[in-house]
């Protein structure tokens, strides 16, 4: 009879939340189960989520043990100096900065990057080490912790717990700590930044094994650390999940040719090429609404809104409110085009999204604009999944977006056949997790 095993699972985001995180933790869950082992989730309780998806509650496996604990939120407070009603939700890169930010937003930005070290869930530190402390001991088959982050105080609370247990621990960097985008614009003190190096520091130092999504966030944690064992630090992209897509695909529509983007649109991804793109297009009469539709679904920052007025192709733009999971990705495969924006700041290189591997799933072509030479444009080169365009590309991305029209036209759209693309599946990917945690195990 098999012993039963099971790990202690760190995590902010859970649902109720929704979002790409979530998908990254819950296929985690999915996946060990499979390889025997069983889950104790770490989480809060009523966290502050920019999306909900309720449905990915029913993705858990059934013996998955939850623990919600209280937190200390900052965000009350946030809400209330810069005019916010307490119903409003809070942008998941609350720090980036756009040019339309009012003065009081600025301050509370500075303040929050300053004075919550590393990020504003530092409030949940003493609540999560007395709740993964009592895990451990009520659950004496749990094996190790693992953490997933941003924010990155999960893991001060998984190494504090390691430390008293004595458990092995992994590290799982969905972004960099120090170098993570939305701190892009934002001025963090001498002192700040030198406490938040130290505290990075501890936890690469201190962590067993180190997971990362692609090679650039691996170099972002590692490049100003010296000494560091980089043997331990894996590469773990997050994955499709073939599960999730229809096993009859939708016939793509003949009346409309859809260009589709799934996700948030902060300012950091306000990308004026390709939206220009589509004006002279019109302006050369080579597209019209009746047949050319660009459907955004998700949270467009209003700053954003503003800037796309100046176009003049609001005829064209369908924008929708977030959408549950399962629900994205049937419009994803019923779309001709799949747009990826990889954010406009000094990590962009490094970015790789879920979102990437989520198209790449559907095998449907991808336009993305964002860092010619970065991690995502070489995924999509390998797998030959689209096309990557710099942010100032204007004509790229016009003769682009006109040659997948042009095809639609013709009836010679066709979807993406290569085997590359099966490397990037989930189970593939976190096999290498399997095998990180069966070495504990042995060990």
């Not at 009350?76 to 980036?96: E, N, S, W």
């Not at 339309?100 to 409030?123: H, M, T």
């Not at 950091?268 to 009746?290: C, D, G, H, M, V």
């Not at 797998?383 to 991305?397: H, I, L, M, P, S």
Request: a positive charge.
């Amino acid at each position: 009879m098999t012993t039963m095993k099971r790990f202690l699972f760190i995590t902010y985001y859970f649902p109720p939340a929704g979002g790409p995180a979530v998908q990254r933790i819950i296929r985690i869950i999915q996946y060990m189960a499979n390889m025997g082992w069983q889950c104790v989730v770490l989480t809060v309780k009523n966290g502050e989520y920019t999306n909900l998806d309720p449905q990915l509650q029913k993705e858990i496996p059934p013996n998955t043990k939850v623990i919600s604990t209280d937190i200390f939120e900052p965000y009350r407070f946030y809400r209330r100096f810069i005019g916010k009603k307490d119903t409003d939700k809070i942008p998941l890169a609350v720090l980036a900065s756009h040019s339309n930010a009012s003065w009081k937003e600025k301050i509370a930005n500075i303040i929050r990057a300053n004075l919550f070290i590393p990020d504003a869930r530092i409030g949940w530190y003493f609540y999560g080490i007395k709740a993964g402390i009592q895990a451990v001991q009520k659950y004496p088959a749990i094996k190790l912790i693992l953490s997933s982050g941003p924010p990155h105080t999960v893991h001060l609370i998984a190494k504090t717990i390691a430390k008293k247990s004595g458990l092995p621990f992994v590290a799982d960097f969905r972004d960099p700590w120090l170098n993570i985008d939305y701190y892009h614009g934002i001025k963090r003190f001498p002192v700040t930044l030198a406490i938040d190096r130290n505290l990075e520091k501890k936890i690469l130092s201190r962590a067993n094994i180190i997971t990362t999504v692609s090679p650039g966030c691996k170099n972002l944690l590692t490049d100003h650390h010296r000494n560091l064992d980089l043997s331990r630090i894996h590469i773990v992209y997050n994955g499709f999940d073939p599960a999730v897509y229809p096993q009859l695909m939708p016939e793509i529509s003949k009346d409309k040719f859809i260009t589709t983007y799934v996700g948030n649109v902060p300012f950091s991804r306000y990308t004026p090429a390709f939206y220009e793109a589509i004006a002279k297009l019109k302006n050369e009469n080579k597209i019209s609404p009746t047949q050319f539709e660009v459907h955004f679904y998700g949270n467009i920052d209003k700053s954003v809104l503003s800037e796309l007025k100046k176009f003049g192709i609001e005829e064209f733009l369908h924008i929708y409110n977030f959408i549950p999971h399962q629900q994205a990705i049937l419009n994803i495969c019923k779309s001709n085009l799949l747009l990826l924006i990889i954010n406009n700041t000094h990590t962009n290189r490094a970015i790789v999204t879920g979102k990437l591997f989520e198209y790449l799933g559907s095998r449907h072509p991808i336009l993305c604009i964002g860092p010619v030479d970065g991690d995502a444009a070489a995924i999509l080169k390998e797998t030959k999944g689209g096309a990557c365009f710099d942010y100032e590309d204007v004509n790229g991305v016009k003769h682009h977006l006109y040659e997948h029209y042009h095809n639609w036209e013709r009836g010679t759209w066709e979807p993406i056949f290569n085997n590359n693309i099966e490397k990037y599946s989930r189970a593939n990917q976190l096999k290498k997790l399997a095998t990180i945690f069966n070495s504990f195990e042995r060990g």
